[in-house]
């Protein structure tokens, strides 16, 4: 399989960029259960603008990314632009009879996510300086982890339905999921795993990236939210995520031992919903 993934700076430091936009293109082979094996660099620079070492600390954090991943670079190709950007073209590897798809769930399916969400919130207050230092360097850490661990559970398990979640959010993404799945998704929002305590601050003091907001005023006509569910909880679910986790579609008979699995490999897992009969693509949003 090949995919493609690149974007303009989430933060400041140009090796974290690099190794950030990396982490991110691999997910999308990862999300289908396939090993990444070779990738090219995807790079735009300002040449006049910025001095050629920041374009080289780039280039490092995707190579030091890469190489974590056991993933070759055989090359790539940069052109000079007002604003810089970094990615990978992939190349992955898999029998097609276990590939992962997000219209692989099944109902009755237990939705597990992989990583907490609230990057785009936090991204945003590192943005405007309104982040600790401590705290700006979790979510930094969160953004460069690989979602390798995570896929490599989901293929001893041999699950079929899966989706990373990124630019469209939790709800845009689980939407995504069910409607070419053919399924309602529930989920529970007092069960979804944040990154910190100040995720929800955030967001009722109005830190919330634009990309989130329309995230959400797209999926509120297939999103049912009870009346319990606090209105700050609908921005977060939609947030825009970089380098987000995998969202797994489980089987109930083996929900335990997956968590267990994904656990003893260091990862911050949750079942947050799961999947039923019903109109394809509606979402249903409940406190437990």
Not at 41 to 50: E, G, R, S, V
Not at 70 to 97: R, S, Y
Not at 138 to 154: F, G, P, S, Y
């Amino acid at each position: 399989m090949q995919t493609v993934d690149f974007f303009t700076p989430v933060v400041d430091d140009p090796y974290d960029f690099g190794a950030i936009a990396a982490a991110n293109a691999l997910s999308d082979c990862y999300a289908m259960g396939a090993k990444p094996i070779t990738a090219l660099n995807i790079a735009a620079f300002p040449l006049k603008d910025l001095p050629l070492d920041t374009l080289h600390k780039i280039l490092r954090g995707g190579a030091d990314k890469t190489i974590e991943a056991g993933v070759a670079v055989l090359g790539g190709h940069t052109v000079d632009d007002k604003e810089p950007k970094f990615g990978l073209a992939v190349t992955g590897v898999i029998n097609p009879k276990d590939l992962m798809t997000n219209s692989g769930g099944q109902a009755g399916d237990k939705l597990i996510l992989t990583k907490p969400l609230g990057v785009g919130i936090l991204t945003t207050a590192i943005k405007r300086g309104v982040l600790a230092h401590q705290e700006r360097d979790q979510v930094v850490l969160h953004m460069k982890a690989l979602n390798r661990e995570a896929a490599e559970v989901a293929a001893e398990f041999k699950l079929r339905g899966a989706t990373d979640v990124t630019g469209y959010g939790l709800l845009g993404h689980v939407h995504e999921l069910a409607h070419a799945s053919g399924l309602t998704a529930h989920l529970f929002s007092d069960r979804i795993p944040l990154l910190n305590d100040q995720v929800i601050r955030l967001a009722k003091d109005g830190v919330v990236p634009g990309g989130s907001r329309k995230n959400l005023a797209f999926i509120e006509s297939w999103t049912e939210f009870e009346s319990g569910v606090d209105e700050v909880m609908h921005l977060v679910l939609a947030d825009a995520q970089t380098s987000g986790g995998l969202v797994l579609c489980v089987p109930p008979n083996k929900e335990a031992e997956v968590l267990g699995a994904l656990d003893d490999r260091g990862l911050t897992a949750a079942t947050i919903g799961e999947l039923e009969s019903g109109e394809a693509g509606h979402l249903k949003v409940h406190e437990s």
